[in-house]
């Protein structure tokens, strides 16, 4: 079994995918003959051809409405966004013309949408945002955000697979940061359902993405604490379900997201957690998330802007002796 | 072709009827004085090609198969609709079967979206053809460039019309572009630009015709501004006060029916077997949307993802404890 890196794994995922299905195709800038700005897509011109990796004009609202076109007439396009900031520039066709297709007139949009995400890099305001919510709010989207190799090769191919627009995020302090073995032509894994990384008893920690590692960096520092993580892997659809469950069992509750806090999911998961659990909360639901600011670039700011390993220990003791 | 001419001016007065009943649900977007541009670039396509119609287009949206009762059934945003109420308007399509997109109201993105729909014809070895339509407005957008230049490069099989009525709601052309000719950005693509008299159909339909096929034999995309001009406000509501009265008055005398009629020489014998046709089609299609039901209210929660199951909506008062 071929032991991959979380990079790795999203592009054997696409690999797989485009040896399976003809009608899958890739688009974006620079994937070609440079293989991506990250080197997700290396090699795939040499085996696809030209046509199936589409070097595009620097232009994401063109080509993200290209990819919309093709869709309707029966293709799979998967968007590359060099940085997924620059999503930003093709809003319109992905929540005008992409999200409300199918709800309109019936036309469904089997698109995928790519790229390199969230903070941490001291890569600066326009190459570190955490985008999901502009999305997860736009009825009509899927939004996917692994956090280990096997689990974004399985939900990369679930977003290629499925029927309706997906966004597929990939942190990019996770791609050459983790390693495991994933088997060659594993299946896909199930869009909407979170994964209980560790279960627990007294503390249930909700997270995704590379904050999904710090929160094991810190119960690793608080091995007296029994604390149940729980991995969203996928944004929207929300697995209300997996979340309340937890509750059920640990009565406590906090949510770790390196996306700024008004708007983010931990407010949407506090809501949920009232409205379906709440007789059985012995304290407060906690957001640990950044600031409502931009990502600052300088090393020293980034580290506040960020939830720190120390802010996670501490929020949980906190809220565990609540 | 003078048939759909007739029908969509028909459609389009009952309309204005129905609006004033306070029946038609949401805006009404005349194309009085245009339908020549829609009629004459619908014919120059072949079976299969697609083609994206603004809102003023319906006329584009009969010729390629779409009913009179399906005009009206939208307008009523009924059960029986195109969108079942979902949508309004112009705004339905049907890729399979006539090859129509549905529009959405950001004009201009259509462009990259029918770029798309080319390129992906051709990757399955089709030789269709996507046309699509701007106004002078959304020839500004950035989506006109970044559609067309895309096609461009690739060398796909695409034309844009530009439908120019010389006003994007109360906006005068000139207040969008300093060109005279909206054709000349063609040049930034480095792709054909034509200008022709949008209310000639035969014209339209030559010109288009044209490059329809040059586009299909793999001559690139095609940018054509045909001239007309908006014969009302941009919808019912707005009486178009800041539109000079003379302008009306000299594009009266270039109606494109009238003028068709003219170079036609119909008998009034002819002449009177379609508009009683006409009226048979039209009649049929306000009786049927006016008879039928309105959609059911929970269709709201149905048909945003192919899984429904994913949108459950019950609000917490009405949940069972």
């Known amino acids: ?322 | 072709m003078y048939y759909h001419l007739r029908l969509t001016r028909a459609l389009d007065e009952r309309a204005q009827i129905l609006y004033r009943q306070n029946k038609v649900v949401g805006g009404l977007f005349s194309s009085l004085g245009q339908e020549a541009i829609s009629i004459g670039t619908a014919f120059a396509l072949a079976k299969g090609d697609y083609v994206g119609p603004m809102i003023r287009n319906s006329g584009t949206v009969l010729v390629r198969g779409h009913t009179a009762r399906d005009v009206m059934t939208n307008y009523l945003a009924k059960a029986t609709a195109p969108t079942q109420g979902k949508d309004n308007s112009q705004h339905f399509g049907d890729v399979e079967r006539t090859g129509v997109v549905s529009c959405i109201s950001m004009l201009g993105t259509l462009d990259p979206v029918m770029a798309g729909m080319a390129l992906g014809a051709r990757m399955k070895g089709e030789k269709k053809v996507a046309m699509t339509y701007v106004g002078d407005g959304a020839s500004s957008t950035g989506d006109f460039y970044e559609g067309l230049n895309f096609a461009a490069v690739l060398k796909l099989p695409l034309v844009v019309i530009i439908e120019n009525n010389q006003y994007a709601y109360s906006t005068p052309t000139s207040k969008q572009s300093l060109l005279k000719d909206l054709a000349e950005k063609a040049k930034a693509f480095g792709i054909p630009g034509h200008v022709g008299d949008g209310n000639d159909v035969l014209q339209v339909y030559g010109i288009t015709k044209v490059c329809v096929e040059e586009a299909r034999s793999g001559g690139g995309p095609q940018l054509i501004e045909f001239k007309t001009f908006r014969m009302r406000g941009h919808a019912v509501h707005d009486d178009a006060s800041y539109v000079p009265p003379e302008l009306f008055e000299e594009w009266k005398k270039k109606d494109p029916i009238a003028r068709f009629e003219k170079q036609l020489e119909l008998t009034d014998r002819e002449k009177a077997d379609v508009e009683a046709k006409l009226k048979a089609v039209v009649d049929d299609a306000v009786e049927y949307a006016e008879k039928s039901p309105p959609p059911d209210g929970g269709l709201a929660y149905k048909g945003v993802f192919e899984d429904d199951e994913i949108v459950q909506f019950t609000p917490w008062w009405r949940r069972d404890a």
């Open chain 1, 1 to 322: 079994m071929p032991e991959l890196t979380f990079l790795q794994a999203i592009s054997r995922g696409l690999w797989e995918e485009m040896e399976a299905d003809k009608s899958v195709f890739l688009m974006g800038e620079d994937i070609g003959k440079y293989g991506g700005a990250f080197r997700v897509t290396e090699g795939f011109l040499d085996k696809f051809g030209p046509e199936r990796v589409l070097e595009t004009p620097l232009a994401e609202e063109g080509f993200v409405g290209a990819a919309i076109g093709a869709a309707y007439v029966g293709m799979r396009p998967v968007v590359e966004f060099q940085f997924i900031d620059f999503i930003a520039c093709a809003f319109d066709p992905i929540v005008n013309f992409a999200c409300t297709s199918r709800y309109r007139w019936g036309q469904g949009v089997p698109v995928t949408f790519r790229g390199p995400w969230g903070g941490g890099l001291r890569a600066g305001p326009f190459h570190s945002r955490n985008i999901e919510m502009w999305f997860a709010h736009s009825p009509g989207i899927k939004v996917v955000a692994p956090s280990t190799p096997t689990d974004a090769k399985g939900l990369i191919k679930a977003c290629i697979r499925d029927n309706d627009p997906c966004l597929f995020l990939e942190h990019k302090g996770l791609y050459r940061r983790i390693k495991e073995e994933v088997p060659d032509n594993s299946p896909p894994i199930p869009i909407g359902k979170a994964k209980v990384v560790r279960p627990g008893e007294q503390l249930t920690i909700v997270s995704y993405g590379m904050m999904v590692h710090r929160c094991l960096e810190a119960m690793a520092q608080m091995k007296d604490l029994s604390v149940e993580l729980i991995d969203l892997r996928t944004i929207y659809p929300l697995d209300r379900a997996a979340i309340v469950e937890s509750v059920k069992k640990t009565n406590k509750i906090m949510v770790v997201h390196e996306d700024t806090r008004t708007g983010g999911i931990a407010g949407e998961i506090a809501a949920v957690v009232n409205e379906e659990a709440f007789e059985h909360l012995d304290g407060p639901v906690i957001r640990l998330t950044a600031p409502d600011t931009p990502v600052p670039s300088a090393p020293a700011m980034e580290d506040v802007f960020l939830p720190s390993v120390a802010d996670i220990v501490g929020a949980a003791r906190k809220l565990a002796a609540y």
